[in-house]
Nanobody
Framework: QVQLVESGGGLVQPGESLRLSCTSS????????MAWYRQAPGKQRELVAR???????YYPDSTKGRFTMPRDNAKNTVYLQMNSLKPEDTAVYYC?????????WGQGTQVTVSS
């Protein structure tokens, strides 16, 4: 079965940058849609970034212009590059893969933005 593992979370100060990684077992990234979600305590899980196997990346207003989602299919790795971080970005970030074969989630990595 497909397994996703996130890494790169941690504590950073406002305005700093952080790069999250998501690695997958197998070689599904080249044929599977990928996304990043986040969930803060007491709040609903929200979309952070999404990239289809065909098409351009999508970023909601909350992250557009600050976050990007590079993808390395050869390494079965997708990244979330987060710049100009704000305290409201604090959440557990989850990697997501979805396609015709199913939907998969990583266990999450904590990102805390605080001074």
């Amino acid at each position: 079965q497909v397994q996703l593992v996130e890494s790169g979370g941690g504590l950073v100060q406002p305005g700093e940058s952080l790069r999250l990684s998501c690695t997958s077992s197998g070689s599904i990234f080249s044929v599977t849609n990928m996304a990043w979600y986040r969930q803060a305590p007491g709040k609903q899980r929200e979309l952070v970034a999404r990239i289809f196997k065909i098409g351009s990346p999508y970023y909601p207003d909350s992250t557009k212009g600050r976050f990007t989602m590079p993808r390395d299919n050869a390494k079965n790795t997708v990244y979330l590059q987060m710049n100009s971080l704000k305290p409201e970005d604090t959440a557990v970030y989850y990697c997501n893969a979805f396609g015709a074969s199913g939907e998969y989630w990583g266990q999450g990595t904590q990102v805390t933005v605080s001074s």
